[in-house]
Each structure stands twice: as structure tokens, then as C-alpha cells.
């Protein structure tokens, strides 16, 4: 596709609950990375995939949160027993080179409500 | 104390104005400094990149950085109503073969006519 696609854009989860959000980068793009955007503050790092490989998980904020690219494209960040303060925009950004310096797109994000 | 301080605002100006946003950071490492600009319910958009210390121009937009204050502006002249958005400095240091980037907490600016 022409962009970072990410689905669902909205999510309602009751509190326990498990959740499943999606990242399909733009294709042939070989770094992956999510961030957490809390109301009113900045992304925050949360991990990086270079290919199907995560290098990076040091943002990921407990042990709730899993994430995977299994075939180096789609992406999946997983969020188990799903807390309020897990309540944010959930963003995928990609970059065509492993080391690119600058120009990630990042997706619209999912919007994640837990009640 | 957060790596990048950014004031959150919100700003509001007439259109026509000249805008400043500004960022400081801790880090010294940090190499590249971006300006991302984010509208309700979007993903960031890059809008200025530069790498080291220096100025930057495109079009109405300038970037400014001071590595030695630790300091880094965007200057937006003759502000338009379409320029009403989130600004979100970032900055990152290349490690590990890769560039983690880290967020200011984004200025909310309001241009109107």
C-alpha cells in the first residue's frame, strides 16, 4: 500500500481483556517500530523489529505486552489483561533501510480505550 | 527530568504570524533532530530534518540547532490556518545500527484567520 496501514483504528477493551493490534508497513520496508502516545504527550518508544528480528524491546512497559513479525512484513503488538493505563494511541512506523537516519511514516494509529 | 523538554502550549496566533517552537534536551549523544508535525487523530508527519548543528530552510519552515545549549527551534512564518496542528520535536542517536527516536511532548498550535 501507499502508507502504514494499522487496524483496528479503534479499540474498546474491558479491563482483563486481551487485545491484538496490527501494523502493515509499507512494503519491501525493513525497520518496524511501535510507539505508545499517551493524551497529550509525545510517542514513546516501545520496540523495533529489523526484518522479522526484534532487536529492541527495552520500551515495552511490563510483560503484558508482546510483539511480533513473524515474516517481516505485518506486525502484531499484543496487550494481555489489558490495564486503564494502558489507555493510549498504539503508532507502527516504518523505514525502507535498516539504517535510516530520518523519515520513518508512521501509521494513524489505533486508539485503545480500556474501561 | 524527561530527555527532550517541550513545552506543550497551546499556542494561538493570527494568521500571518511568525511562530516559534522550541525543544531542549539532555543528551548529548543525539545527532539528528526532526520536527514532526501530527493533526487530530494522525500519525507524526516529518517536516524538518537535520543532522548535527546548524540551520535548515524549506519553504516557509526553518530549523535551528545549538548543540551547545542543547537547544533546538522551528520557526514558522506567515502562519496559515492549515498549519494548525501538534508539533512533536524528536531526536535520536544512531546505535546499535538503527535510530530510536525520542519525542518532545509536542506543542498544540492554533492559527486563526
Known amino acids: 500500500g501507499a502508507g502504514v496501514s494499522q487496524s483496528p483504528r479503534y479499540k474498546v477493551a474491558k479491563r482483563g481483556q486481551d487485545v491484538a493490534l496490527r501494523c502493515d508497513p509499507i512494503s519491501g520496508h525493513v525497520s518496524l517500530f511501535w510507539y505508545q502516545q499517551a493524551l497529550g504527550q509525545g510517542p514513546e518508544f516501545l520496540t523495533y523489529f529489523q526484518n522479522e528480528a526484534q532487536l529492541d524491546k527495552s520500551g515495552l512497559p511490563s510483560d503484558r505486552f508482546f510483539a511480533e513479525r513473524p515474516e517481516g512484513s505485518v506486525s502484531t503488538l499484543k496487550i494481555q489483561r489489558t490495564q486503564q493505563e494502558d489507555s493510549a494511541v498504539y503508532l507502527c512506523a516504518s523505514s525502507p533501510e535498516r539504517g535510516q537516519t530520518y523519515g520513518y511514516t508512521f501509521g494513524s494509529g489505533t486508539r485503545l480505550t480500556v474501561v | 527530568q524527561k530527555e527532550v523538554e517541550q513545552d506543550p502550549g497551546p499556542l494561538s496566533v493570527p494568521e500571518g504570524a511568525i511562530v516559534s517552537l522550541n525543544c531542549t534536551y539532555s543528551n548529548s549523544a543525539f545527532q539528528y533532530f526532526m520536527w514532526y508535525r501530527q493533526y487530530s487523530r494522525k500519525g507524526p508527519e516529518l517536516l524538518m530534518y537535520?543532522?548535527?548543528?546548524g540551520n535548515k530552510e524549506d519553504g516557509r519552515f526553518t530549523a535551528q540547532v545549538d548543540k551547545s545549549s542543547k537547544y533546538i527551534s522551528l520557526f514558522i512564518r506567515d502562519s496559515q490556518p492549515s498549519d494548525s496542528a501538534t508539533y512533536l520535536c524528536a531526536m535520536s542517536e544512531f546505535s546499535g545500527g538503527y535510530n530510536k527516536l525520542i519525542f518532545g511532548a509536542g506543542t498544540r498550535l492554533a492559527v486563526h484567520p
Open positions: 537535520t543532522y548535527s548543528s
